[in-house]
């Protein structure tokens, strides 16, 4: 039982260029989630899926887009990155049914850097 | 809306010494509060949630709707301690993501 796993562990990206950040999970939880992580900044939501085939923008979706796959993964994309982009970027997933109480469960995060 | 406030970006303190991390909300419904620690170079896990009134390495945290706070609380800081703590909160509201506070870095000093 993996988790939470992202790929690539480390990018580094030239100002226009575009990569896709992938996040996967093997816990069969229905909501997933990408975070920005910045000094000072907290974790900021870009964008979220409650469900499969559903997505939302969270706080800073602006530069991003997703793509909910299937249930287990969750990828996020820079059609063109830009040096504000450069952070930490973190997927999350949690099981959400009902009004009980959840957990998030993050994954190891992608440190990129956009030049 | 709503919105945590972690006052501290940093807080030192003597190993053995308490530590109070502060966290304060603002939502107008009945929220979820929970506290999430990063140490260094991992990927950030749960620590404690205000619903399992739990006390997890030693810390505790009470919800006070009074004065809308979820304060991280330890009688006795240890080294293993310092990482990065971040105060979450989640609406009761149907199906909504986390929202975080900026964080507090907790250093021990030995």
């Known amino acids: 039982n993996a988790g939470v796993t992202q790929t690539p562990k480390f990018q580094v990206l030239k100002t226009g260029q575009s990569m896709t950040l992938q996040c996967a999970q093997d816990m069969n939880h229905n909501s997933m989630y990408w975070y920005r992580q910045d000094p000072g900044m907290g974790l900021r939501l870009i964008y979220y899926s409650a469900s499969e085939g559903t997505t939302d923008k969270g706080e800073v979706p602006n530069g991003y887009n997703v793509s909910r796959l299937n249930k287990r993964e969750f990828s996020l994309r820079l059609e063109s990155a830009a040096p504000s982009q450069t952070s930490v970027y973190f997927c999350?997933?949690?099981?959400?049914?009902?009004?009980?109480?959840?957990?998030?469960?993050f994954g190891p995060g992608t440190r990129l850097t956009v030049t | 809306a709503q919105r945590v406030t972690q006052p501290e970006k940093l807080l030192s303190v003597f190993k053995g010494a308490p530590v109070e991390l502060k966290c304060n909300y603002s939502y107008s419904g009945s929220p979820e509060l929970f506290w999430y620690v990063q140490y260094s170079r991992q990927r950030l896990q749960l620590l404690l949630r205000h619903i399992s009134r739990e006390s997890i390495k030693g810390f505790t945290a009470d919800l006070n709707k009074g004065e809308t706070s979820f304060h991280l609380k330890k009688p006795f800081a240890q080294e293993e301690d310092s990482a990065m703590y971040y105060c979450a909160l989640r609406a009761y509201s149907g199906n909504t993501p986390l929202v975080f506070g900026k964080g507090t870095r907790l250093s021990v000093i030995a």
């Open positions: 999350a997933s949690s099981e959400t049914q009902g009004g009980g109480t959840y957990e998030q469960y």
